[in-house]
Protein backbone atom coordinates (compact mmCIF):
# COMPACT_ATOMS: atom_id res chain seq x y z
CA UNK A 1 0.00 0.00 0.00
CA UNK A 2 1.23 3.59 -0.57
CA UNK A 3 2.09 5.43 2.00
CA UNK A 4 -0.89 8.28 1.73
CA UNK A 5 -3.17 5.24 2.16
CA UNK A 6 -1.45 3.56 5.02
CA UNK A 7 -1.24 6.66 7.24
CA UNK A 8 -4.86 7.49 6.37
CA UNK A 9 -5.48 3.84 7.73
CA UNK A 10 -3.51 4.44 11.03
CA UNK A 11 -5.35 7.62 11.63
CA UNK A 12 -8.92 5.20 10.87
CA UNK A 13 -7.67 3.22 13.45
CA UNK A 14 -7.18 6.02 15.92
CA UNK A 15 -9.98 8.04 15.56
CA UNK A 16 -12.45 4.37 16.21
CA UNK A 17 -9.46 4.43 19.86
CA UNK A 18 -9.88 7.76 20.79
CA UNK A 19 -13.86 7.28 20.57
CA UNK A 20 -13.01 4.64 22.57
CA UNK A 21 -11.20 6.30 25.25
CA UNK A 22 -13.94 9.30 25.46
CA UNK A 23 -16.61 6.84 26.01
CA UNK A 24 -14.60 4.82 28.78
CA UNK A 25 -14.29 8.19 30.48
CA UNK A 26 -17.90 9.29 30.34
CA UNK A 27 -18.83 5.96 31.77
CA UNK A 28 -16.55 5.36 33.95
CA UNK A 29 -17.89 4.71 37.64
CA UNK A 30 -15.87 2.44 39.92
CA UNK A 31 -13.14 1.00 38.03
CA UNK A 32 -13.26 -2.62 38.02
CA UNK A 33 -10.78 -5.59 37.33
CA UNK A 34 -11.60 -5.95 33.59
CA UNK A 35 -12.26 -2.20 33.07
CA UNK A 36 -8.61 -1.41 34.24
CA UNK A 37 -7.59 -3.91 31.77
CA UNK A 38 -8.96 -2.49 28.97
CA UNK A 39 -7.48 1.18 30.08
CA UNK A 40 -3.87 -0.81 29.95
CA UNK A 41 -5.11 -1.84 26.63
CA UNK A 42 -5.83 1.50 25.68
CA UNK A 43 -2.92 3.00 27.00
CA UNK A 44 -0.92 0.90 25.47
CA UNK A 45 -2.24 1.61 22.15
CA UNK A 46 -1.75 5.85 22.59
CA UNK A 47 1.63 5.12 24.11
CA UNK A 48 2.77 2.71 21.66
CA UNK A 49 1.28 2.30 18.43
CA UNK A 50 0.21 6.45 17.92
CA UNK A 51 3.49 7.52 19.51
CA UNK A 52 6.26 5.48 18.81
CA UNK A 53 5.05 4.38 16.08
CA UNK A 54 2.73 6.35 14.07
CA UNK A 55 4.35 9.71 15.14
CA UNK A 56 8.10 8.24 15.08
CA UNK A 57 7.18 6.86 11.13
CA UNK A 58 5.99 10.66 10.34
CA UNK A 59 8.65 12.23 12.12
CA UNK A 60 11.57 9.74 11.06
CA UNK A 61 10.22 9.43 7.37
CA UNK A 62 7.52 11.34 6.25
CA UNK A 63 8.72 14.76 7.88
CA UNK A 64 12.19 14.90 6.59
CA UNK A 65 11.06 13.71 2.81
CA UNK A 66 8.62 16.28 2.40
CA UNK A 67 11.30 19.12 3.99
CA UNK A 68 13.38 18.20 1.32
CA UNK A 69 10.65 20.60 -1.19
CA UNK A 70 12.03 23.79 1.24
CA UNK A 71 9.02 25.50 1.00
CA UNK A 72 8.16 27.96 3.38
CA UNK A 73 4.66 27.02 3.61
CA UNK A 74 5.26 22.85 4.20
CA UNK A 75 7.80 23.91 6.97
CA UNK A 76 5.19 25.80 8.88
CA UNK A 77 2.62 22.81 8.73
CA UNK A 78 5.44 20.42 9.55
CA UNK A 79 6.38 22.85 12.42
CA UNK A 80 2.86 22.79 13.83
CA UNK A 81 2.51 18.92 13.31
CA UNK A 82 5.55 18.34 15.35
CA UNK A 83 4.36 20.83 18.22
CA UNK A 84 1.27 19.11 18.46
CA UNK A 85 2.86 15.75 18.74
CA UNK A 86 5.10 17.28 21.56
CA UNK A 87 1.42 18.47 23.04
CA UNK A 88 0.04 14.96 22.51
CA UNK A 89 3.43 12.86 24.18
CA UNK A 90 2.85 15.46 27.38
CA UNK A 91 -1.01 15.18 27.46
CA UNK A 92 -0.40 11.40 27.44
CA UNK A 93 2.41 11.42 30.36
CA UNK A 94 -0.15 13.35 32.53
CA UNK A 95 -2.84 10.30 31.52
CA UNK A 96 -0.50 7.92 32.41
CA UNK A 97 0.45 9.49 36.09
CA UNK A 98 -3.23 9.58 36.42
CA UNK A 99 -3.99 5.96 35.54
CA UNK A 100 -1.45 4.76 38.03
CA UNK A 101 -3.85 6.12 40.97
CA UNK A 102 -7.16 6.01 39.92
CA UNK A 103 -8.19 2.94 41.41
CA UNK A 104 -8.12 4.56 44.54
CA UNK A 105 -8.48 8.19 44.15
CA UNK A 106 -11.31 10.59 44.64
CA UNK A 107 -14.27 12.16 42.71
CA UNK A 108 -12.30 15.67 41.88
CA UNK A 109 -9.32 13.55 40.84
CA UNK A 110 -11.26 11.03 38.58
CA UNK A 111 -12.94 14.36 37.31
CA UNK A 112 -9.53 15.81 36.43
CA UNK A 113 -8.59 12.68 34.64
CA UNK A 114 -11.59 12.94 32.64
CA UNK A 115 -10.58 16.45 31.37
CA UNK A 116 -7.40 15.41 30.74
CA UNK A 117 -8.62 12.96 28.42
CA UNK A 118 -10.86 14.82 26.83
CA UNK A 119 -8.43 17.38 26.15
CA UNK A 120 -6.15 14.78 24.71
CA UNK A 121 -8.70 13.36 22.07
CA UNK A 122 -9.75 16.96 21.28
CA UNK A 123 -5.98 17.33 20.57
CA UNK A 124 -5.16 14.59 18.59
CA UNK A 125 -8.94 14.22 16.61
CA UNK A 126 -7.66 18.24 15.17
CA UNK A 127 -4.38 16.81 14.43
CA UNK A 128 -5.68 13.86 12.41
CA UNK A 129 -8.30 16.19 10.57
CA UNK A 130 -5.52 18.59 9.90
CA UNK A 131 -2.85 15.88 8.81
CA UNK A 132 -5.40 14.37 6.63
CA UNK A 133 -6.39 17.64 4.48
CA UNK A 134 -2.82 18.92 4.35
CA UNK A 135 -0.41 16.82 4.82
CA UNK A 136 -1.46 13.27 3.07
CA UNK A 137 -2.26 15.22 -0.44
CA UNK A 138 1.54 16.62 0.43
CA UNK A 139 2.59 13.32 -0.15
CA UNK A 140 1.26 12.36 -3.77
CA UNK A 141 2.18 16.19 -4.74
CA UNK A 142 5.18 16.41 -3.72
CA UNK A 143 7.01 12.96 -3.66
CA UNK A 144 8.04 10.58 -7.10
CA UNK A 145 6.38 7.38 -7.72
CA UNK A 146 10.00 6.09 -6.95
CA UNK A 147 10.51 8.07 -3.50
CA UNK A 148 6.91 6.89 -2.35
CA UNK A 149 7.96 3.09 -2.96
CA UNK A 150 10.86 3.38 -1.01
CA UNK A 151 8.82 5.08 1.95
CA UNK A 152 6.54 1.97 2.11
CA UNK A 153 9.68 -0.28 2.15
CA UNK A 154 10.83 2.25 5.00
CA UNK A 155 7.27 2.39 6.58
CA UNK A 156 7.60 -1.87 6.92
CA UNK A 157 11.08 -1.60 7.90
CA UNK A 158 10.04 0.55 11.02
CA UNK A 159 7.08 -1.16 11.39
CA UNK A 160 9.35 -4.47 12.58
CA UNK A 161 11.86 -2.24 14.66
CA UNK A 162 8.83 -0.80 16.82
CA UNK A 163 6.57 -3.18 16.89
CA UNK A 164 8.12 -6.14 16.51
CA UNK A 165 6.83 -9.58 14.96
CA UNK A 166 2.87 -9.98 15.37
CA UNK A 167 2.59 -6.43 17.34
CA UNK A 168 0.91 -4.93 14.60
CA UNK A 169 -1.65 -7.51 14.74
CA UNK A 170 -2.11 -7.44 18.24
CA UNK A 171 -3.13 -3.62 18.31
CA UNK A 172 -5.50 -4.22 15.85
CA UNK A 173 -6.97 -6.92 17.67
CA UNK A 174 -7.18 -4.54 20.36
CA UNK A 175 -8.83 -1.91 18.52
CA UNK A 176 -11.44 -4.50 16.77
CA UNK A 177 -12.33 -5.94 20.62
CA UNK A 178 -12.58 -2.41 22.22
CA UNK A 179 -14.22 -1.09 19.48
CA UNK A 180 -17.10 -3.84 19.25
CA UNK A 181 -17.03 -3.22 23.36
CA UNK A 182 -17.66 0.45 24.00
CA UNK A 183 -19.71 0.12 20.50
CA UNK A 184 -21.58 -2.68 19.93
CA UNK A 185 -24.26 -1.40 17.76
CA UNK A 186 -21.76 0.96 15.65
CA UNK A 187 -19.05 -1.89 14.51
CA UNK A 188 -19.39 -4.69 12.75
CA UNK A 189 -16.93 -6.75 10.47
CA UNK A 190 -17.30 -4.11 7.77
CA UNK A 191 -15.45 -1.39 9.56
CA UNK A 192 -12.93 -3.62 11.34
CA UNK A 193 -9.70 -3.24 9.94
CA UNK B 1 -31.91 6.06 2.62
CA UNK B 2 -30.86 8.28 5.07
CA UNK B 3 -27.40 8.88 5.66
CA UNK B 4 -25.51 10.66 8.88
CA UNK B 5 -21.68 11.59 10.05
CA UNK B 6 -20.49 10.50 13.23
CA UNK B 7 -18.51 13.28 14.01
CA UNK B 8 -16.63 11.99 16.87
CA UNK B 9 -15.20 9.87 13.97
CA UNK B 10 -15.21 12.29 10.75
CA UNK B 11 -11.49 12.70 10.26
CA UNK B 12 -11.67 14.96 7.42
CA UNK B 13 -10.15 13.06 4.62
CA UNK B 14 -12.74 14.38 2.21
CA UNK B 15 -12.75 10.35 0.80
CA UNK B 16 -16.79 10.17 0.81
CA UNK B 17 -16.75 13.60 -0.67
CA UNK B 18 -14.64 12.45 -3.54
CA UNK B 19 -16.99 8.90 -4.08
CA UNK B 20 -20.15 10.96 -3.98
CA UNK B 21 -19.69 14.75 -4.01
CA UNK B 22 -23.60 14.87 -4.58
CA UNK B 23 -24.50 13.65 -0.86
CA UNK B 24 -21.18 14.49 0.74
CA UNK B 25 -19.71 17.57 1.41
CA UNK B 26 -16.78 18.99 2.72
CA UNK B 27 -15.86 21.69 5.70
CA UNK B 28 -13.11 23.49 5.02
CA UNK B 29 -13.75 25.23 8.03
CA UNK B 30 -14.06 22.52 10.87
CA UNK B 31 -12.55 19.98 7.99
CA UNK B 32 -15.28 17.35 8.17
CA UNK B 33 -17.43 16.54 6.05
CA UNK B 34 -21.31 17.51 5.92
CA UNK B 35 -24.39 15.27 4.32
CA UNK B 36 -25.70 17.30 1.81
CA UNK B 37 -29.41 15.55 1.36
CA UNK B 38 -32.12 14.50 3.98
CA UNK B 39 -32.68 11.57 1.76
CA UNK B 40 -30.02 9.78 -0.55
CA UNK B 41 -31.39 9.58 -3.71
CA UNK B 42 -32.32 6.12 -4.82
CA UNK B 43 -29.20 6.40 -7.79
CA UNK B 44 -26.60 7.58 -5.52
CA UNK B 45 -27.56 4.72 -2.78
CA UNK B 46 -24.78 2.02 -4.23
CA UNK B 47 -21.81 5.31 -3.97
CA UNK B 48 -23.01 6.24 0.03
CA UNK B 49 -22.82 2.42 0.68
CA UNK B 50 -19.14 2.11 -1.00
CA UNK B 51 -18.11 6.09 1.16
CA UNK B 52 -19.62 4.08 4.23
CA UNK B 53 -17.74 0.98 3.43
CA UNK B 54 -14.23 3.50 1.98
CA UNK B 55 -14.54 5.22 5.33
CA UNK B 56 -11.31 4.35 7.26
CA UNK B 57 -13.04 5.30 11.16
CA UNK B 58 -16.15 3.93 10.07
CA UNK B 59 -17.85 7.16 10.69
CA UNK B 60 -20.92 7.05 8.17
CA UNK B 61 -23.94 5.69 9.07
CA UNK B 62 -26.06 4.27 6.79
CA UNK B 63 -30.16 4.17 8.02
CA UNK B 64 -32.03 1.83 5.41
Known sequence: MNPKGVLREEHGRIMKMLAVLQRFFATLADLKEVEAQDLGALMEFFEIYV?????????????PALS????????????????????ARMGMELLKFNVVTLPSCGEADRSEFCERAENYVDLLRRHIR???SELLPLIEERLSETERL??????????????????????????????LKYFPSRYDSIHFT | MKVRIDYSLCMGDQNCHKVCPEVFDF???????????DTVPAHLE????????????GAIIVEA
Open chain 1, 51 to 63: DRYHHGKEEQLVF
Open chain 1, 68 to 87: RAQTTKIDSLISSLIDDHRQ
Open chain 1, 130 to 132: KEN
Open chain 1, 150 to 179: QMAGQFHDLEKVILGSGGLETFLASVHRLS
Open chain 2, 27 to 37: DEDQLQSRVRV
Open chain 2, 46 to 57: DEVRQAAKDCAP
